[in-house]
Each structure stands twice: as structure tokens, then as C-alpha cells.
């Protein structure tokens, strides 16, 4: 059995050699190096408009139109020309193309320009935060459903530890964006939640719960999982305690009463907690 991480706690670096990170805090790392952003500047913008692209190209026009809205075509792609080559100033000081053999060949840009649209520069390893994230949330569920427990596990929890918060912005991208991220951090948490039960390691399986909780407290899954946890650790006060609290949950949010299955646990752990498996 693994021990009960504290993998909530646990931070992960991609191994990128420059990282634009947009979960919580936007922020510019190249080599270890934070980049200073200044917070809702138009460098934050642009980098986080540029993120939320899965490494396609933005065009122009995309652009101008996020960052300037009221500004004139011509203004605003001055600004735009100004703000790119300053951004590509300070990383050139820190990021570096590499020969085939590993050896630095000179400074590299971060975003690159070509045919009236802008992309990181991936061949000098400018990555993003999200990018990290999707792949090792894939990487960490399909190693846990092909049985590969160990490094399933280890890949979920570094997907978690990247997801610093929530995507910003107010476009329609950056809301299906941060909702379908949202849903990725609770499938891992409800993952290594039901690994750990079944390692029957539930202070375990409880750390993971109640963090899902706290994203998602109408649940009743997590919610009927804790229950379970607390009567396996011998805390049916705790169990009955916790379906107060679901049910408090849901008529606050609803007004509707928990569901059958949650009743039917209730009553279970009430009247023969013994039977719980």
C-alpha cells in the first residue's frame, strides 16, 4: 500500500525549459527564472490569450481585438509589434536554442511571428501549464484503468499539483476552457480518492474527498464515499455527522432532499454499520 499522500501539498515542475503557467496566477518561468508579470497587464493578456490555444497559432487580428478593442487596426498593432519585442527581449536573456548535440547555439524569442500569427516558441521548449496538465491527467487515468497503480497514481497527483487555481478571463474560450479543466481536476481527485479506498487506506481516500468537497460540495458520491471512510476508521458519529451535512448541502443549493442511495447509507450506518464494505 502507498502511504497517504500529501500529494495536495506536492509541487511538480514541467520540464519545459520555459513555462507560461495560466492555472491561478498567470505566470512567465524560464529556467527556474520567473519573469515578472504585472497582474491584468497586457502581457499577462497576450501570454494567457496565446495559452489558451493548445500551441495553435493566433492570428493577428485575434489578438489586437483582446488586448486593444477600442484602439485603431494601426495603433493597436504598434502596441502589439512594441509588446511582443519587449517580451522577446527579457527572455532572450534567459532562453536559449539548443544544437542537436545539447549545446546552447544563442538566445531564443519566446513568441514567434509568422504569416500574420503569433505561436510560442516550441522548438526552444516554451511550454504551458495546461498543456503539462492534459497530458499527465490522460497519462495518469490510463495507467490506473490499464492497472499500472504506482505510476498512474504518481501522474495524477502531478497533474493536480500544477492546477494552482482556476483559468481568468471572461471569452467564451477561457469559460469552456476553465470548465473542462475543472472537470479533469475532479475526475483526478475522484480517481485517487477510489484508489485509495481501494487500498483501504481511508484517512487517504479522505484527504482527496474532502478537497473534492470543497470544489464540488453537492457531490453525494463523495459525500456517501466519506460516510464509508469514516465508519471503516470507526467514526459513525463522523459518518452520520457527514450526512447532515450533505443534506444541508442540498437543500441550501436546491431545496432538494438527498438522494435515495445517500438515504439508504444513512440508515445503514445508523442501524448496522457492520454491513458497510
Known amino acids: 500500500m502507498q502511504p497517504a499522500p500529501s500529494a495536495l501539498q506536492l509541487t511538480w515542475s514541467p520540464p519545459a525549459t520555459a513555462i507560461i503557467a495560466i492555472l491561478g496566477v498567470p505566470r512567465l518561468t524560464i529556467h527556474d527564472h520567473e519573469l515578472p508579470l504585472r497582474s491584468g497587464g497586457k502581457s499577462e493578456t497576450l501570454l494567457c490569450q496565446m495559452a489558451l490555444t493548445h500551441r495553435k497559432p493566433v492570428d493577428r487580428t485575434t489578438l489586437l481585438t483582446a488586448l486593444w478593442p477600442h484602439e485603431a487596426l494601426d495603433v493597436a498593432g504598434n502596441a502589439l509589434n512594441t509588446l511582443t519585442s519587449d517580451l522577446n527581449k527579457k527572455s532572450r536573456k534567459v532562453l536559449h536554442t539548443h544544437q542537436s548535440n545539447g549545446n546552447q547555439s544563442g538566445s531564443a524569442n519566446l513568441i ?13 521548449g516554451v511550454g504551458t501549464d ?144 457492520g454491513s458497510i464494505v
Open 112 to 124: 514567434c511571428h509568422d504569416q500574420g500569427s503569433y505561436r510560442f516558441n516550441v522548438e526552444a
Open 130 to 273: 495546461v498543456e503539462y496538465f492534459d497530458r499527465w491527467y490522460g497519462e495518469g487515468l490510463r495507467r490506473l484503468r490499464a492497472g499500472d497503480t504506482v505510476s498512474g497514481v504518481a501522474y495524477c497527483q502531478k497533474a493536480l499539483a500544477l492546477y494552482r487555481g482556476d483559468i481568468g478571463g471572461d471569452s467564451l474560450t477561457a469559460l469552456l476552457e476553465r470548465e473542462r479543466l475543472r472537470a479533469a481536476r475532479l475526475d483526478l481527485l475522484t480517481a485517487l480518492a477510489d484508489y485509495y479506498v481501494e487500498q483501504a487506506d481511508w484517512s487517504g481516500a479522505l484527504e482527496y474527498l474532502h478537497y473534492l468537497l470543497k470544489i464540488e460540495p453537492c457531490r453525494e458520491d463523495a459525500h456517501r464515499q466519506i460516510m464509508r471512510c469514516h465508519v471503516k476508521l470507526g467514526r459513525r458519529d463522523q459518518a452520520l455527522r457527514q450526512f447532515q451535512l450533505c443534506t444541508h448541502i442540498l437543500q441550501h443549493e436546491f431545496a432538494a432532499p438527498p438522494e435515495p442511495a445517500t438515504v439508504a447509507l444513512f440508515d445503514q450506518v445508523r442501524l448496522d454499520p
